[in-house]
């Protein structure tokens, strides 16, 4: 990308075309889950400019003021345990120098302050994407000629060594307990240390061909990355991969392969059928909410560089991706603090992306939008105003669409269904390790601000808990067999089976074959119904079954056993059957939180067979406003 593109000015100007609802200024958004709604959005590239580069510069203005004291949300920044911290600083500082003409006067004190930050920084922990981002705000230096004066020789040549791939890969090129998804992290740090004179490269080159060779292996005819060896994690970072990888290639002076368009491709294919009116992102899996958003954002900006969009779908993914900036600022980014907010006002995120990352966050999601609208803008965006007919075209999108992720032993997909203005998705993977018994990764149905899981959180959202008679906990949650999808009208029917049920309790998914599963889902306008069959082999027999389900609706009303009512919300009505007795209480605190708001009632349900059973038959029913 051109220096001219990124030369976004860091000056405070009259935030004026984009300013954020006086009514969420206000009040915030705790009791809205959705967030606003744009019937038209400003420019992009008006947003970046004029709000979040100001608010990313009052951030900066705050480190260079309090150094190693600053605070932030009540976190001490450099007492955080943030790994990537030192990382992001430095991409952020970086853009403050760049992103001035070579003439502004203010550039030689930016370049001033960037030593002063590295060398405070210099001996903090810094891992993985942190290096990363360190390298890439070094080869932004050096590109615009500035790299000496910015960094010190004793400073420059003590990075060279800290700032490298092999700390967290091995020398048979494996990753030291880290997911897949790293060897693209790898292989941009090589590929940048390259550029910047420090290495051949041969290590960059053998590192791409790791990433695209786990892409082949683990994605197979589908091209969706699983984020295990092969165990069938398909969640917002196998759709997203892809599009980091054409990004650091392109990024790193290198053509993507047809190979790796064709698979960016099956990740725009995903993503269109969820476009919205809101910037409303991935909505099921780990460290969604904002990076949810971002996902769609780097991987569509991506595919209009690469030329892998229709000129119908480039504007439309133009007006999507400033409706995600003006949603960032309007809903994510808290007015009273400056501060990106993914934790306050009932809002929860895995632990991954604790508090703790504050004022990094801050960081590399600015990072995101700067250089993403840096490309929208090369392609001619800038400052265009999206397309008027975004609304329109969205009616013609797809009502029901299946995204096959793998097929054979077990099957993996999502179900995507478009009713009027909701986007539900119906996931059909394995959390597997770590992630299999927290219900963001639930076969069940998840639409952004109304039907939502809560992060790291194991509560049986719209599932069986099955307790067999010797103490073993089942739930139907990995092991998915015979995927049908079929499509009646404005009907779309799912089922499968599982020969076995996951028991809880270890990191991983178990098989435990003693139970048996049929599921059926409805999807029809306004209203989803499960259907479970249950059976139970051998000597043992079911003991107990809990189900539970929280909602952002309010006023929830028992009006029969299974039968509830909610006078206000999204969802109106959950009927159950086989379940037992339901209760409701309001509840607004851990871990009922979702990663945009926290939820207002919490329906449990519980049944204990006054003898024990083999077998159950199990349906819930959902209704909502749409």
Not at 320 to 326: M, V
Not at 404 to 413: I, K, L, N, S
Not at 421 to 446: C, D, R, S, T, W
Request: glycine share 8%; net charge positive.
């Amino acid at each position: 990308m051109s220096p001219s593109s990124l030369r976004v000015a860091l000056v405070l100007p009259l935030l004026i075309s984009a300013a954020p609802p006086p009514e969420a200024a206000r009040s915030g958004w705790s009791d809205r889950p959705h967030g606003p709604s744009y019937a038209m959005a400003p420019a992009m590239h008006a947003t970046v400019e004029r709000r979040l580069m100001p608010q990313m510069e009052r951030l900066l203005g705050q480190l260079l003021r309090d150094k190693r004291g600053m605070t932030l949300g009540g976190v001490k920044v450099f007492d955080s345990g943030d790994k990537f911290l030192p990382g992001k600083i430095a991409s952020a500082m970086a853009y403050r120098v760049v992103d001035l003409p070579k003439g502004d006067g203010r550039r030689a004190q930016r370049l001033r302050d960037f030593a002063t930050i590295a060398d405070l920084t210099l001996d903090d922990p810094n891992d993985s994407w942190g290096i990363y981002y360190y390298v890439s705000a070094l080869y932004r230096l050096k590109q615009a000629g500035v790299l000496e004066e910015a960094v010190s020789p004793a400073t420059l040549a003590h990075l060279k060594t800290r700032l490298d791939w092999r700390r967290f890969v091995r020398p048979d090129l494996t990753l030291i307990d880290l997911p897949n998804n790293y060897y693209g992290v790898a292989f941009s740090i090589a590929r940048l240390r390259f550029l910047l004179g420090w290495e051949d490269e041969t290590g960059s080159g053998r590192l791409l061909e790791r990433t695209l060779d786990h892409y082949r292996r683990y994605s197979g005819e589908y091209g969706f990355a699983d984020e295990t060896e092969g165990k069938g994690r398909f969640d917002r970072y196998s759709v997203l991969l892809i599009g980091e990888i054409a990004q650091r290639l392109v990024e790193t002076g290198m053509e993507p392969t047809p190979e790796v368009k064709a698979w960016l491709r099956r990740s725009v294919d995903l993503m269109l059928p969820r476009f919205n009116l809101r910037g409303e992102g991935w909505e099921y899996g780990r460290s969604i909410g904002t990076y949810g958003e971002t996902a769609f954002l780097e991987v569509l900006t991506a595919a209009a560089r690469l030329k892998v969009l229709t000129p119908t779908e480039e504007r439309m993914a133009y007006a999507f991706s400033s409706r995600i900036a003006a949603r960032y600022m309007d809903f994510w980014v808290d007015p009273t603090t400056g501060s990106v907010d993914l934790w306050d006002q009932g809002r929860r995120t895995d632990a991954y992306r604790g508090k703790h990352r504050i004022f990094g966050e801050n960081l590399s999601l600015a990072r995101q939008y700067i250089y993403t609208d840096a490309i929208w803008s090369d392609l001619g965006y800038r400052d265009r105003k999206p397309d008027a007919g975004y609304v329109r075209w969205l009616d013609t999108l797809p009502k029901s669409t299946t995204t096959w992720f793998a097929r054979g032993t077990y099957d993996r997909a999502v179900v995507t269904v478009r009713d009027r203005g909701k986007v539900i998705g119906l996931p059909i993977i394995n959390g597997a390790e770590g992630q299999h018994m927290h219900n963001p990764y639930f076969p069940v149905p998840f639409s952004a601000g109304m039907l939502q899981g809560a992060a790291d959180a194991d509560y049986p959202l719209l599932l069986p808990k099955i307790t067999l008679t010797d103490g073993s906990v089942l739930m139907p949650l990995a092991w998915f067999k015979d995927v049908r999808v079929t499509r009646h009208g404005a009907v779309t029917e799912v089922s499968w089976r599982q020969d076995a049920l996951d028991r809880m309790g270890g990191n991983d998914a178990v098989a435990d074959p003693r139970a048996t599963v049929l599921t059926r889902y409805t999807l029809a306008p306004g209203r989803i119904t499960r259907t479970d069959s249950l059976a139970v082999k051998g000597s043992d027999r079911i003991a107990k079954i809990e189900m539970a389900f929280a909602s952002f609706s309010t006023g929830a009303e028992i009006r029969s056993a299974g039968h509830i009512t909610f006078r206000t919300g999204d969802v109106t009505r959950l009927t159950t059957s086989g379940y037992g007795t339901c209760i409701q209480e309001s509840v607004a605190k851990q871990p009922y939180r979702a990663p945009t708001a926290a939820f207002r009632s919490l329906v449990s349900c519980g049944l204990t067979p006054t003898v024990p059973t083999r077998g159950a038959e199990l349906t819930w029913a959902l209704s909502y406003n749409y």
